[in-house]
């Protein structure tokens, strides 16, 4: 079955430092993966998403930049953070044909 | 644009009354997903719809898809606490991105 990870699970980092949130999906080969952040407990904002290693698409401009160095490997990064940046990050996966998305534990991020 | 209108935002209810959450859009989708997230938690899918006037039960959740595949619903029979969380509802508008516009959600308390 499949599985996805997400880490760190909270993460609290002072302004202007870098950032790096990995996700790691198990169990399926060539998934469609996302980041999304979600504020305050409610709707998901899409950041990026990726069909393939090395193909990162951008779905709003910020502070914050993905790579894809794996099949399996999601990695979203920032090199100074802001205070907007403080969220609740969450990954997910999906492939055809249903596309149904499946959803990492997240990561709670606080800028200080 | 796509949107996702979810209503109402915030329900509180008691134990045993039912309840009507609602998702709209003046977009056709594909196939749209509802899924529930408790809080620090990520979202967990609950169901696909696929098919105009489709209807999909899982015990006491009943989960409609309108006849033009723009509008969506998910009737709860018997809140239970456990019923507690976020409902969102998300839409697949097609492509082969697999990408989804997801709704603001739902937030509902159920007390004892």
């Known amino acids: 079955s499949q599985t996805i990870h997400q880490w760190p699970a909270t993460l609290v980092q002072p302004v202007g430092s870098p950032l790096s949130l990995e996700c790691t999906v198990e169990?399926?080969?060539?998934?469609?993966l996302y980041w999304y952040r979600q504020a305050a407990g409610r709707g998901l904002q899409l950041l990026f998403y990726s069909i393939g290693i090395d193909q990162i698409s951008s779905e709003v401009p910020q502070n914050l930049s993905a790579s894809r160095p794996q099949d399996r490997q999601f990695i979203l990064s920032s090199k100074k953070l802001l205070l907007s940046d403080s969220g609740f990050y969450l990954c997910?996966?999906?492939?055809?044909?249903?596309?149904?998305?499946?959803f990492g534990p997240g990561t709670r991020l606080t800028v200080t | 644009t796509q949107l996702l209108e979810q209503s109402p935002q915030f329900l509180s209810i008691q134990e045993g009354e039912n309840l009507t959450v609602y998702c709209n859009s003046s977009s056709v989708f594909s196939s749209l997903q509802w899924y529930r997230q408790e809080p620090g938690e990520g979202p967990v899918l609950l169901v696909t719809v696929v098919t105009g006037g489709e209807v999909k039960k899982l015990k006491r959740l009943t989960f409609q898809f309108g006849d033009a595949r723009k509008d969506s619903s998910l009737h709860i029979t018997a809140a239970q606490p456990g019923d507690t969380g976020l409902y969102l509802c998300?839409?697949?508008?097609?492509?082969?991105?697999?990408?989804?516009?997801f709704g603001k959600g739902t937030k509902l308390s159920v007390k004892p």
């Open positions: 998300a839409g697949n508008y097609g492509g082969s991105q697999g990408n989804l516009i």
């Open positions: 169990g399926t080969s060539n998934p469609n």
């Open positions: 997910a996966w999906t492939s055809a044909p249903s596309y149904e998305q499946y």
